[in-house]
């Protein structure tokens, strides 16, 4: 999953960043509701992580912006603000959880992963595609049971195929969901990456076609 950060305290930008990038899912941050309206226009997400006190507009006027343009990007507010006023409002205008300073960063990718779920309308980290199964909190893939070996940029590349089941993606799509701005890549790193990933799935019903001058598609065989 990428994630775009709204939150304006360097620091623990950098953590959240580099936790979540350890767990490899890319994460951009933006220090104010103007910047990620700009990334926001340009860019898709899977989920938001945004403060309330921001420089300017607040986080709240943000949220209230993305839920009237009809926006349904699931959003998780992480603020210092602890009142139940606050967690009421926020809720109220579309958030879709709630989470106070300071905070363990397990919660934080758990209710992340949970978000993720409810979009998904699946109540269990456990996703099963024919003989392949995809555990969402542990990052884990099995075929026929058996665990298969898969680096943190093809687990991206699986979840994200995952999740656009028979829908066309071309390189663009895959390289705005596995690379932040401030990650380099090339064409070739993308096809490498998918090499490597199609040559551990041999053995799985989840078969990734290139459909010629158009992109990828993923598709599970029954």
């Not at 899912?25 to 945004?50: C, M």
Request: proline residues 3%; glycine residues 4%.
């Amino acid at each position: 999953m990428r994630m775009l950060l709204i939150e304006d305290n360097d620091t623990l930008a950098d953590a959240c960043r580099e936790y979540f990038c350890n767990l490899g899912h890319p994460l951009d941050w933006a220090g104010s509701v103007e910047q990620a309206e700009r990334n926001l226009s340009f860019d898709d997400f899977d989920l938001l992580i945004l403060d309330i006190n921001l420089p300017g507009r607040s986080g709240y006027q943000l949220l209230q912006s993305l839920r009237a343009q009809g926006r349904r990007i699931p959003v998780l507010v992480l603020t210092a603000r602890a009142e139940v006023d606050d967690r009421v409002s926020a809720l109220d205008l579309g958030a879709d959880d709630y989470l106070v300073k300071p905070f363990d960063f397990r919660e934080l990718a758990a209710r992340c992963r949970a978000l993720l779920r409810r979009e998904r309308g699946d109540a269990s980290n456990l996703m099963r595609y024919g003989n392949l199964s995809y555990d969402l909190a542990a990052q884990t893939v099995r075929i026929n049971d058996q665990p298969v070996d898969l680096r943190p940029r093809e687990i991206q590349l699986l979840e994200l195929f995952l999740k656009n089941l028979d829908r066309i993606l071309t390189k663009d799509d895959i390289a705005n969901r596995l690379y932040t701005f401030n990650e380099a890549y090339t064409p070739n790193a993308i096809e490498q990456a998918l090499t490597r990933l199609r040559k551990q799935l041999a053995d799985s019903t989840l078969i990734i076609k290139t459909i010629r001058g158009l992109g990828y598609l993923a598709h599970v065989n029954d």
